[in-house]
T-cell receptor, first 111, second 113 residues
């Protein structure tokens, strides 16, 4: 069974700061997802990656398959980035796409 | 932009009652999922559905749960006899293929009293 660990659990930043959220997992995967959960509860998919790096606006996600580790970076953070960021993995082989979730990192960006 | 929708947004029910949570996945998607999140806990997989049948289910998805795609658009989760511990946010998701991003609905908050 894959264990997904995220750090930190909580993160407070000042507007404009560069933010890094980390995710590690215990068993080889076929894909890793970064998700954003808004205060109201809704979940939005940010990235799905299986290797390398992806960038979308101020968000960058990287993954190191050998080290079983991924990072989500936010450049020039803004109060509207305040949310819970969740890492989720899909195991390699067998699973029909179901995801195993981390506990999330609660980010608060202060103006 | 197409989106997954869920109804109702909040459902309150008494213990032992049956509830049906409804989802309308994105129209050309082929894979459908139900997840739940108990307050303060992580999101957990319940069941995946493809080609009109369950393709995988978790230990949580016991005989009290069932899923159905009654027509070409709706995807439902039924809980036959609700328990207090079924209180959670239930998310539906869909994806166009097995190795694609999943798109989540806004969730249904189920409160069992």
């Amino acid at each position: 069974k894959n264990e997904v660990e995220q750090s930190p659990q909580n993160l407070t930043a000042q507007e404009g700061e560069f933010i890094t959220i980390n995710c590690s997992y215990s068993v080889g995967i076929s894909a890793l997802h970064w998700l954003q959960q808004h205060p109201g509860g809704g979940i939005v998919s940010l990235f799905m990656l299986s290797s390398g790096k992806k960038k979308h606006g101020r968000l960058i996600a990287t993954i190191n398959i050998q080290e079983k580790h991924s990072s989500l970076h936010i450049t020039a953070s803004h109060p509207r980035d305040s949310a819970v960021y969740i890492c989720a993995v899909r195991n390699y082989g067998g699973s029909q796409g179901n995801l195993i979730f981390g506990k999330g990192t609660k980010l608060s960006v202060k103006p | 932009e197409p989106e997954v929708t869920q109804t109702p947004s909040h459902q309150v029910t008494q213990m032992g009652q049956e509830v049906i949570l409804r989802c309308v996945p994105i129209s050309n998607h082929l894979y459908f999922y139900w997840y739940r999140q108990i307050l303060g806990q992580k999101v957990e997989f319940l069941v995946s559905f493809y080609n009109n049948e369950i393709s995988e289910k978790s230990e949580i998805f016991d005989d009290q749960f069932s899923v159905e795609r009654p027509d070409g658009s709706n995807f439902t989760l039924k809980i036959r006899s609700t328990k207090l511990e079924d209180s959670a946010m239930y998310f539906c998701a869909s994806s166009p293929g097995l190795f694609y991003e999943q798109y989540f609905g806004p969730g249904t908050r189920l409160t069992v009293t």
